[in-house]
């Protein structure tokens, strides 16, 4: 009994330590070792420790001081769209709300997600290049926000911007086929240039039947 309590006693000292060190894990698992060998030891305010680290609480606080939008996926002003994508997927895996429980997670996503959603777009980074302002647009299409990387584009009607984006692409592909999203714009003109040059050779037609039977 009393081997079990020296036990408890060194491991409750660990748990101390590894809080102080910022090790948040490796102190609940000597704490929680140490409540087992000892239950009457007085632990309970040192298990009840916040379910997210230094480096989330840090990385949250970066992201909300920057009021750039390059600044916050880190980027240079000559980044490409392909840049911004992948600066976008993992800054918000670091800050999503179901993966950072930190006090204003939620805030931080919805910056990252606002700096994708005009940074992607060569339109709204122009006119953001100038001005230095971009109204972001949130459309709520349900009641229910996805949780765990579920099926709307939405955490409690954040927009989540690199979904809209994957989503649109993939409309893209099934109604025009393989090919990048640009060519939409020349499938409509050559469409309308098939359908004018028709027009002609139906006109050009008749006519020739008309000058036939008056001669």
Known sequence: MDANKADALKSLKLGKEAL????????????????RLDPTLPIDSFLSVPAYTDEQIMIVKQVKEKKDYYEVLGLEKTCSVEDVRKSYRKLSLKVHPDKNKAPGAEEAFMVISEAFQCLSNEERRKT???????????????????????????????????????????????????????????????QEHFLLLLYLVVLLFFLFIKHVMDG
């Open 128 to 190: 953001y290049d100038l001005v230095r302002s971009y109204e972001p647009v949130y459309e709520k299409r349900s009641a229910f926000a996805y949780s765990g990387g579920g099926g709307n584009g939405f955490y409690n009607g954040f927009y989540d911007a690199e979904f809209e984006a994957t989503t649109q692409f993939q409309s893209f592909n099934f109604e025009h086929g393989k090919g990048d999203k640009g060519s939409t714009g020349f499938n409509i003109v050559s």
């Open 20 to 35: 102080n060190a910022g090790d948040r894990a490796r102190a609940l698992s000597f704490l929680r070792k140490a409540r």
